[in-house]
Nanobody
Framework: QVQLVESGGGLVQPGGSLRLSCAGS????????MGWYRQAPGKQRELVAV???????NYADSVKGRFTISRDNAKNTVYLQMNSLKPEDTAVYYC??????????????WGQGTVVTVSS
């Protein structure tokens, strides 16, 4: 079993910053791409940012220049630094990873989500 656990969400004022973390645990042999998605009330889940094992990154247009994704492979952890937050960034943020398990079977894993609220 592989688990992803997010942390770092909360309430922040517009223009503020938050840093989300997502740590993988369990029967992990290696992790390929890791990413962050978000789902706002009444909207579909959307990709925010993704980072590959080669640290190539890709961002949604709406967060480019404000959010930075990074990873620590030794800790099986991915981060999302969010700056200049806007009310429209309010959502549940989910971590996602493509994991090669110790039994050499590949699975896609989701975290439970962490709530980010941007409001004055």
């Amino acid at each position: 079993q592989v688990q992803l656990v997010e942390s770092g969400g909360g309430l922040v004022q517009p223009g503020g910053s938050l840093r989300l973390s997502c740590a993988g645990s369990g029967s992990i042999f290696s992790i390929y791409a890791m990413g962050w998605y978000r789902q706002a009330p009444g909207k579909q889940r959307e990709l925010v940012a993704v980072i590959t094992t080669g640290v190539s990154t890709n961002y949604a247009d709406s967060v480019k220049g404000r959010f930075t994704i990074s990873r620590d492979n030794a800790k099986n952890t991915v981060y999302l630094q969010m700056n200049s937050l806007k009310p429209e960034d309010t959502a549940v943020y989910y971590c996602n990873a493509d994991v090669l398990q110790s039994n050499l079977m590949k699975v896609q894993v989701w975290g439970q989500g962490t709530v980010v609220t941007v409001s004055s």
